[in-house]
């Protein structure tokens, strides 16, 4: 995920007889600005490489894993594999304060950065649940949802019944991973 610290486990094998000699990897871009070095190893000649490294994608797309190798005999090559990188999501919640038993709307604003530190609006249809916790209690009940429109937004009607707080909760960009906005208080007149 874009800005998203990731461990990876490197891997090489030199061919029988031979040693590794340099074994560079990147995370390869078609803009060189975007490329991250993940490690450089093998200064020492060694038949294989297994080490993990860590790296913090910068742009979301399809990208692949650059591995330059060199062995004793001269010989370089360059292998590359697939890698997905996810644009970040975040959403932050805003609620009016109402009298007990009014009808308002919670609004929602969803982000996504496709680029390290750039947000923008995320895209229409993603649905968003609103989940408010009463006072004094710690289970968070879902209000509603609603999907979101031009601009990342989420509008979700709520009745105002009780002292606590709302939260947002959605997908992710990253499958099978949730978004969970930070909450903010909400008080009934």
Same mark, same amino acid.
């Given at each position: 995920?874009?800005?998203?610290?990731?461990?990876?486990?490197?891997?090489?094998?030199?061919?029988?007889?031979?040693?590794?000699?340099?074994?560079?990897?990147?995370?390869?871009?078609?803009?060189?600005?975007?490329?991250? +070095?993940?490690?450089?190893?093998?200064?020492?000649?060694?038949?294989?490489? @297994?080490?993990?490294?860590?790296?913090?994608? @910068?742009?979301?797309?399809?990208?692949?894993?650059?591995?330059?190798?060199?062995?004793?005999?001269?010989?370089?090559?360059?292998?590359?594999?697939?890698?997905?990188?996810?644009?970040?999501?975040?959403?932050?919640?805003?609620? +009016?304060?109402?009298?007990?038993?009014?009808?308002?709307?919670?609004?929602?604003?969803? #982000?996504?950065?496709?680029?390290?530190?750039?947000?923008?609006?995320?895209?229409?249809?993603?649905?968003?649940?609103? #989940? @408010?916790?009463?006072?004094?209690?710690? @289970?968070?009940?879902?209000?509603?949802?609603?999907?979101?429109?031009?601009?990342?937004?989420?509008?979700?009607?709520?009745?105002?019944?009780?002292?606590?707080?709302?939260?947002?909760?959605?997908?992710?960009?990253?499958?099978?991973?949730?978004?969970?906005?930070?909450?903010?208080?909400?008080?009934?007149?």
């Amino acid at each position: 995920m874009v800005g998203r610290r990731a461990l990876v486990s490197i891997g090489a094998v030199a061919p029988t007889g031979r040693r590794l000699t340099d074994c560079r990897v990147v995370l390869y871009d078609f803009d060189p600005r975007d490329e991250v +070095p993940v490690g450089h190893w093998c200064t020492n000649p060694t038949p294989s490489l @297994r080490v993990p490294a860590s790296l913090t994608p @910068r742009v979301a797309g399809l990208k692949s894993f650059n591995f330059l190798l060199s062995d004793n005999t001269g010989h370089i090559g360059s292998y590359y594999v697939s890698a997905s990188v996810y644009a970040a999501r975040r959403a932050a919640v805003s609620a +009016p304060t109402l009298p007990y038993g009014a009808r308002g709307k919670a609004k929602v604003v969803v #982000q996504d950065a496709h680029r390290l530190n750039t947000w923008s609006a995320a895209p229409r249809g993603v649905t968003v649940y609103l #989940q @408010r916790r009463a006072a004094g209690t710690t @289970r968070w009940i879902t209000l509603g949802s609603a999907k979101t429109v031009a601009g990342g937004i989420a509008s979700i009607p709520f009745t105002s019944t009780a002292n606590g707080a709302f939260r947002a909760v959605l997908a992710s960009s990253v499958p099978h991973e949730t978004v969970i906005s930070p909450s903010i208080g909400v008080k009934v007149t």
